[in-house]
């Protein structure tokens, strides 16, 4: 079922919808556009080139706690409110399809299942995003969208994709229209041969090319941070000074930093940082492929972004397929 809202009362639509969801939206926040919980003097921006923090934090967050104590009586968090994701574009869509797999297969995840389960994607079909090669990764389009929307003029027709999206349009914003329904979509242009990429990869750390990043990387792990599929994390035991309460917290981390391999007694499997930065790139463009038939990216381009070296990491992976 497709219906329709007039751009002026998007407002008012989220409004009504936050009454029964946290919702997460690109909104323009000092001049950027960062995903972040919606509140109603917030500026949602749905034809967004690329926003500066992935959606990933509404599941997976920087920091969360997966169990406090006090005495003897040990306390798991709990869980109970409705998520939506409004305005989605499909390479964010598609990794949270990755996220999914990574988090909930062939083991769920309680603490990110809980909220999983709970949470209403609803798509936007819009800008192409600022250094993004989703398309060259020949990745298949997103099925998880409850909705989609789609620009049409002075209006927005949002099209029900799942049986309880039809919840989200039964109010007085949004009335029923004849359009044509169609699947939000990543074009193909121009694929990687990631036969070619994941061959050199597999070569391992020792390549000239790994050395030479190194040269320029600062490891300081913000590609990995502003990825929509990194998911590293560490767990850490925070005890109060006297011992009969604290909590147990996971945090994200990242494969880049040098103490992330870092074991008891001081050894450290990757201690080059020429290791690290090859083990990010075959994490992401070879084992990942290999065990789920795509990489771990889906060309956002955030990392290309905000890297404070200035890599590129398509540039990267195009030296690879020529290498490979």
Known sequence: MAIVLAKDDLGGYLEHLCHRFVIYAPIRKEGTITF????SDDEVVLDYETTNTPLKKSLFPHSEPLLTYLDDVVTTPTFDLDLMVFGINPQDARALEILDEAFLKPIEDTHYNRRRKRMYVVGYEGAKMENSFGERLGLPSPENLDMLIMSEGDKYVLQTITDRAKDLVKNGFVKAANTNERKISIEENDKLDLEKIMSFLDKGPDQPIWHELAKKCFACGVCAYVCPICHCFDVEDRPSISGDS???????DSCMLADFA??????????????RIHNWYHHKFSRAVKERGVPDCVG??????????????????EKCEELG
């Open 36 to 39: 972040s919980i919606w509140h």
């Open 300 to 317: 956002c381009g955030r990392c290309i972004m905000h890297c404070p070296a200035k890599i590129d990491i398509l540039g990267t992976i």
């Open 262 to 275: 870092q074991v008891a007694g001081g050894a450290n499997f990757r201690k080059g940082r020429h290791e």
């Open 246 to 252: 604290g909590d147990r917290r996971r945090c994200w």
